[in-house]
């Protein structure tokens, strides 16, 4: 993992959201974009100890770490207890490129009863539970931003956005959970 202890976290200590949303910054962690083709794939499950998802729209979680599907041969893996990923990859055994952006992410944390509201506010996918549940994740758009979504509980959803956009999601994201709070 890229030592992120010497930069400071974007949206460091930010909080928003309303009487519905709730707004947090996702707490450091790893992350790794990765490449395999399908036939890797077990090998590097096995690796992870969380399994690749070979489905759109899904994704493989134990514990702490997730594997977000965003294509047909890439991932984002998210180790939130900040675990070297690296490492698991380099004994895998199987083809594929891992990439760390540990240091390009930020990670925020869209909960409560008005979060799927709140995000509809600026990304145009369907984010209904019939249509987006629980476990599902999407590369997407929030407003003019490229983002990661996932959606960890029914009302919960980890949003990641590159450091550089982190100050317009997270603004755009407050603005739209004071309109879903009414």
Known sequence: MADVAIRKPALA???GGSATVRLTTARTASRVAL???AESLVALSAALGVSLPAAPKTSGRTGARSALWLGPDEWLVIDEDGADLMAAFSGAGALHSATDVSHRNVGIIVSGPGAEATLSAGCPQDLSLASFPVGAASRTILGKAE???????????RVECWRSFSDYVFGLLNEA???AGH
């Open 35 to 37: 490449r395999a083709p």
């Open 177 to 179: 959970a004071e309109d």
């Open 13 to 15: 200590g930010r909080l």
């Open 147 to 157: 983002m990661v979504l996932f959606r960890t509980e029914e009302d919960t959803f």
